[in-house]
T-cell receptor, first 112, second 113 residues
C-alpha cells in the first residue's frame, strides 16, 4: 500500500526544529483521539492517543494537545528528524464505537 | 506490521469479476477491520469484525462483503468489482480492551479496469 493524498495539506520543517500538525474534528461525542503516521508504501502506524477528558498527553518526542472548546487536536514533534517525514492522520472514535474516523492527513517533509 | 499480512499485495482485475482479499493476523486480537484509502478521503471503514462470525458494516460497505471463520483470518470480497473500487485496501486489528489502538497491515493495491 502507499500513502495517498495528492491534495494533502503540507508542512515542511528543518531538521532539528519542532513540528506542529493540526487537525479539526467534528464529533463532540468522541471518546478518544488518535494520531497515526503513514510512511510511503506502508500502512498507518499508531503514534499516540488522548482521551476526551484530557487536554495534553506526552510521549517520546511527541505531545498531543486537545482543545474541546474549538474541536482542535494538534501533534507536536520535538527535534524533527528525517525519519519523521510521512503523512500524519488524526482519527477519532465515537463513544461506544469500535471504529475510527480518519481525517484526510497532513504531509510532513523534513528538510536535512 | 504487528503480525498482520495481507494478500495479494497488488491485483489488477476487470470490471465485473469477483475479488477476494485476505487479511491474516498472528496476534490473536479480537477485532479486525477493512479500510479503503483514496485521495482526499483518508481511510474509510468498509466492514469490521468483533469475533468469529460476528461482523458489522462500516461507512462505505456497499458492494463489499466479509467473512471471518477463524480468529486469524478476515476476508473482504468484492462480488462484482467496479472501477470505483480501485483503491488501496488496509486491514487493521485491535485488542478488545483498547479497540481504538489499531494496527495496520501493509495494504493491497487493487486496480479495476
Amino acid at each position: 500500500g502507499e500513502s495517498v493524498g495528492l491534495h494533502l495539506p503540507t508542512l515542511s520543517v528543518q531538521e532539528g526544529d519542532n513540528s506542529i500538525i493540526n487537525c479539526a474534528y467534528s464529533n463532540s461525542a468522541s471518546d478518544y483521539f488518535i494520531w497515526y503516521k503513514q510512511e510511503s508504501g506502508k500502512g498507518p502506524q499508531f503514534i499516540i492517543d488522548i482521551r476526551s477528558n484530557m487536554d495534553k498527553r506526552q510521549g517520546q518526542r511527541v505531545t498531543v494537545l486537545l482543545n474541546k472548546t474549538v474541536k482542535h487536536l494538534s501533534l507536536q514533534i520535538a527535534a524533527t528528524q528525517p525519519g519523521d517525514s510521512a503523512v500524519y492522520f488524526c482519527a477519532e472514535t465515537p463513544t461506544g464505537a469500535n471504529n475510527l474516523f480518519f481525517g484526510t492527513g497532513t504531509r510532513l517533509t523534513v528538510i536535512p | 506490521d504487528a503480525g498482520i499480512t495481507q494478500s495479494p499485495r497488488h491485483k489488477v482485475t476487470e470490471t465485473g469479476t469477483p475479488v477476494t482479499l485476505r487479511c491474516h493476523q498472528t496476534e490473536n486480537h479480537r477485532y479486525m477491520y477493512w479500510y479503503r484509502q483514496d485521495p482526499g478521503h483518508g481511510l474509510r471503514l468498509i466492514h469490521y469484525s468483533y469475533g468469529v462470525k460476528d461482523t458489522d458494516k462500516g461507512e462505505v460497505s456497499d458492494g463489499y462483503s466479509v467473512s471471518r471463520s477463524k480468529t486469524e483470518d478476515f476476508l473482504l470480497t468484492l462480488e462484482s468489482a467496479t472501477s470505483s473500487q480501485t483503491s488501496v485496501y488496509f486491514c487493521a486489528i485491535s485488542a478488545a480492551t483498547y479497540s481504538y489502538e489499531q494496527y495496520f497491515g501493509p495494504g493491497t493495491r487493487l486496480t479495476v479496469t
